[in-house]
């Protein structure tokens, strides 16, 4: 494996609930990120945290909260989904260039 | 805006055969590139890279081929398995910590 652990990795919730993601990387890199993969799209960049800092917001809508509160936690708090929202979300984590992704959490939003 | 494409959706080889999946990229400064293998139920995982001063570099059974001049980028896979079947996605380093994907290529291996 990566070194970069998610759950859930399966969350199915209806538009009013309120859950959390969250995201641990044991590699020891200081940036963190959130995707979004939906079918047929290429993965979009949602978030970047830079030693517990936002770095990047890639234009999300506000029912998505990010929370980093170290470098090796990142966590994605979700309230009131679209099901347009439903897709694959995924974490990552660097020290440089290359991103090491962790395996998603499949999220269904009813 | 500056994307990341790949010219075959799927890919279909033989067990044993030499696969090569292709991407286009229209971002002239870029500096580094990176294959990534995502297989069903996983994240992507990282193959391979390689830096703009280079054209080609070698891994194990995988080679990334980089064309500068008509901005492209290819993955070679010898002696494709069943086990090399999966979704391949390049990305492009477009600054710094942003890496553009393309869409991705399914590569399916039959025995």
């Known amino acids: 494996e990566t070194g970069v652990t998610q759950t859930p990795r399966h969350l199915v919730m209806g538009m009013t609930n309120k859950k959390s993601l969250k995201c641990e990387q044991h590699?020891?890199?200081?940036?963190m990120y959130w995707y979004k993969q939906s079918a047929k799209k290429p993965l979009e960049l949602m978030f970047v945290y830079n030693f517990k800092e936002q770095t990047e917001n890639n234009s999300v809508p506000s029912r998505f909260s990010p929370e980093c509160p170290n470098s090796s936690h990142l966590f994605l708090h979700l309230h009131t989904l679209q099901p347009e929202d439903s897709a694959l979300y995924l974490c990552?984590?660097?020290?440089?260039?290359?991103?090491?992704f962790g395996p998603g959490t499949r999220l269904l939003v009813l | 805006g500056e994307s990341v494409g790949l010219h075959l959706p799927t890919l279909s080889v033989q067990e044993g055969d030499n696969s090569i999946i292709n991407c286009a990229y229209s971002n002239s400064a870029s500096d580094y590139f990176i294959w990534y293998k995502q297989e069903s139920g996983k994240g992507p995982q990282f193959i391979i890279d390689i830096r703009s001063n280079m054209d080609k570099r070698q891994g194990q059974r995988v080679t990334v081929l980089l064309n500068k001049t008509v901005k492209h980028l290819s993955l070679q896979i010898a002696a494709t398995q069943p086990g090399d079947s999966a979704v391949y996605f390049c990305?492009?380093?477009?600054?710094?910590?942003?890496?553009?994907f393309g869409t991705g290529t399914r590569l399916l291996v039959s025995p």
């Open positions: 990305a492009e380093n477009e600054g710094f910590q942003k890496l553009v």
């Open positions: 990552a984590s660097s020290q440089g260039g290359t991103q090491y």
């Open positions: 590699l020891g890199h200081n940036a």
